[in-house]
C-alpha cells in the first residue's frame, strides 16, 4: 500500500456515448462523485454542474483530495444522472475505481482493461487519465451487467509541495 504525503487533485473530465433520456434525443448530465474509504463511508461528495443538452459533457470539475483522504482513500465511485427539473433525474450509469488502479496512473502509467486509456477523437489524452466504463446498476442477484452506457474520463494528479512516497510493508 502506498502511503502519499502529499494533497492530489481528480478532476472529473467529461464523458462520451451517454444515453438520450429527454425527448430532444440530448441529456442534461451532471455526475455525483464519492471517495470512500476501506468501510464504505464517505470521504468527500462532490457534484459537477449540470451540462445542458448534450451527450458529451464536458465538465473540468476538480475536486482537492487532501492528504489524509488521499492516505485514507480505498474507492472513487461515481453515478452520471440526467437532470429533470420537473420529474426525477434519470439515472445514466456508474462506475468506480479502486485506490490499486489510482495509483497506477498516478506512478506506473500503466494500462489495463478495466481503466484503459483510450484513443479519443480529439486526442487531449493525458499519461494520468483514466477512463471509465459506465454500467447499469447492480441487479438483485449482485451481478454487474456488462453494458456500457458510455465513459467518463477521470484524471489524478499530485499536488506540487514537499512531498514523500513510502512503501508500507506491514
Given at each position: 500500500q502506498f502511503l502519499i504525503d502529499r494533497d492530489a487533485e481528480l478532476t472529473i473530465v467529461d464523458?462520451?456515448?451517454?444515453?438520450?433520456?429527454?425527448?430532444?434525443?440530448?441529456?442534461?448530465p451532471f455526475i455525483i462523485v464519492k471517495v470512500l474509504n476501506q468501510q464504505?463511508?464517505?470521504?468527500?461528495?462532490?457534484?459537477?454542474?449540470?451540462?445542458?443538452?448534450?451527450?458529451?459533457?464536458?465538465?473540468?470539475?476538480?475536486?482537492?483530495?487532501t492528504k489524509d483522504i488521499v492516505q485514507n482513500l480505498a474507492n472513487v465511485y461515481i453515478e452520471c444522472y440526467d437532470y429533470d427539473m420537473v420529474s426525477f433525474n434519470d439515472f445514466l450509469g456508474e462506475a468506480n475505481i479502486d485506490r490499486?488502479?489510482?495509483?497506477?496512473?498516478?506512478?506506473?502509467?500503466?494500462?489495463?482493461?478495466?481503466?484503459?486509456?483510450?484513443?479519443?477523437?480529439?486526442?487531449?489524452?493525458?499519461?494520468?487519465d483514466i477512463i471509465l466504463h459506465l454500467r447499469p446498476k447492480k441487479r438483485g442477484?449482485?451481478?454487474?451487467?456488462?453494458?456500457?452506457?458510455?465513459?467518463v474520463r477521470l484524471r489524478i494528479k499530485l499536488m506540487p509541495q514537499e512531498w514523500r512516497v513510502f512503501r508500507d510493508y506491514v
Open positions: 464523458a462520451k456515448g451517454l444515453q438520450a433520456k429527454d425527448s430532444n434525443n440530448l441529456s442534461d464504505g463511508g464517505t470521504l468527500i461528495k462532490s457534484t459537477t454542474p449540470v451540462i445542458r443538452k448534450t451527450l458529451t459533457p464536458t465538465w473540468n470539475h476538480k475536486i482537492r483530495l490499486g488502479s489510482l495509483e497506477d496512473s498516478l506512478f506506473d502509467h500503466q494500462q489495463d482493461n478495466l481503466h484503459a486509456l483510450s484513443q479519443r477523437a480529439g486526442g487531449g489524452v493525458e499519461p494520468n442477484d449482485g451481478v454487474i451487467p456488462s453494458l456500457s452506457l458510455g465513459t
